[in-house]
């Protein structure tokens, strides 16, 4: 069974910063992409930034110069820096990790920014 734990969300003021973390443990044969969602109040849930299994990166454009989305493939974890936050950016952040044939999630976590 496959686990992602996150943390690194909060409160934080508009300009501000915070980096999330999500670490995977469990079996996973091979992981094609770790990713980070988020999911505000009465939208849908949208891709933030991926991150392939051969370094690759891509992001959504209104986070484009100011989230970086790392990983660190010895302990399966996956980062994103937030930088400049913004009101818009408040939403349950969800981490995603891909591998052959399963796809997995993490249990979200919040994070608010107040203008």
């Known amino acids: 069974q496959v686990q992602l734990v996150e943390s690194g969300g909060g409160l934080v003021q508009s300009g501000g910063s915070l980096k999330l973390s999500c670490a995977a443990s469990?079996?996973?044969?091979?992981?094609?992409?770790m990713a980070w969602y988020r999911q505000a109040p009465g939208k849908e849930r949208e891709l933030v930034a991926a991150?392939?299994?051969?370094?690759?990166?891509s992001y959504e454009g209104s986070v484009k110069g100011r989230f970086t989305i790392s990983r660190d493939n010895a302990k399966n974890t996956v980062y994103l820096q937030m930088s400049s936050l913004k009101p818009e950016d408040t939403a349950v952040y969800y981490c995603?990790?891909?591998?052959?044939?399963?796809?997995?999630w993490g249990q979200g976590t919040q994070v608010s920014v107040s203008s």
């Open positions: 991150i392939f299994s051969g370094g690759g990166t």
């Open positions: 469990g079996s996973i044969f091979k992981i094609n992409r």
């Open positions: 995603n990790v891909a591998g052959v044939t399963s796809s997995y």
